[in-house]
């Protein structure tokens, strides 16, 4: 990834912030047909290490678990908020006309081994977690409890278990760093008021709304 010094993150509870509040992944291996990308919600889980570890499942039918040679290095992007930023918000617009148009985003790239875990228990759990953390702010929380139990020992055995623990995070926040101070947050103004107010939050606060 391109990733110029002014657009770096180097926050890493940011970048667990952002893969927690986004959590569908494009996990991009690499197997007998050559590159592959699949749409995988993986969760972010704090095992203790540098990085954490990063925890999934796929239907049994897609081949990824089997095409991907055990323990070789996949790329898993977490895709965060983005917008087009007009260059007609800048202050420096009126000045001197000198700007143009720009697009603004965040993500975060983890790579790591995959390792591939095929456990009823363990799928489980995990689908348990993931249950927890998606439902809990409902009113009325479903759990795996909730369906009946050959039911989701069926659905069970149709996934199959994914991890990866990250070697490396790199984030890239281009939020208008490296605009000056008047245009990032008329910028900002400018993206809040098209309905993106999580991508103006960050552009406000770099490291999100506890500091820059």
């Known amino acids: ?5 002014h657009f770096q993150q180097p926050n890493v509870k940011a970048l667990r912030a952002l893969m927690q509040a986004h959590p569908l992944a494009t996990l991009v291996t690499h197997g007998a047909k050559g590159l592959d990308a699949n749409p995988v919600p993986l969760m972010w889980v704090d095992d203790g290490s540098p990085h954490g570890v990063l925890r999934g499942h796929v239907a049994r039918a897609n081949p990824v678990w ?8 996949v790329l898993a ?3 965060g908020p983005n917008a087009y930023i007009s260059p007609s918000w800048y202050a420096t617009k009126r000045e001197t006309g000198r700007v143009v148009p720009t697009w603004n985003y965040l993500v975060v790239q983890a790579r790591g081994p995959l390792r591939v875990i095929d456990d009823a228990s363990w799928l489980r759990e995990l689908v348990t977690a993931l249950t927890g953390v998606h439902e809990c702010v409902r009113p009325q929380p ?17 996934i199959v278990g994914i991890e990866i623990a990250p070697t490396s ?4 926040w281009k939020v208008s760093q490296n605009q000056p101070e008047r245009n990032r947050q008329a910028a900002a103004q400018g993206v809040a008021d098209e309905g993106h107010a999580e991508l103006a939050t960050w552009m406000m ?8």
Do not use: C, N
């Open 205 to 212: 606060w770099r490291d999100g709304p506890t500091g820059r």
């Open 1 to 5: 990834m391109y990733l110029p010094t």
């Open 142 to 158: 479903w759990a795996v409890e909730d369906a009946p139990a050959d039911y989701i020992d069926a659905m069970l055995k149709a």
């Open 169 to 172: 995070l790199q984030g890239k």
């Open 66 to 73: 089997r095409d991907t040679a055990k323990g070789s290095e």
């Open 77 to 79: 992007i977490f895709h």
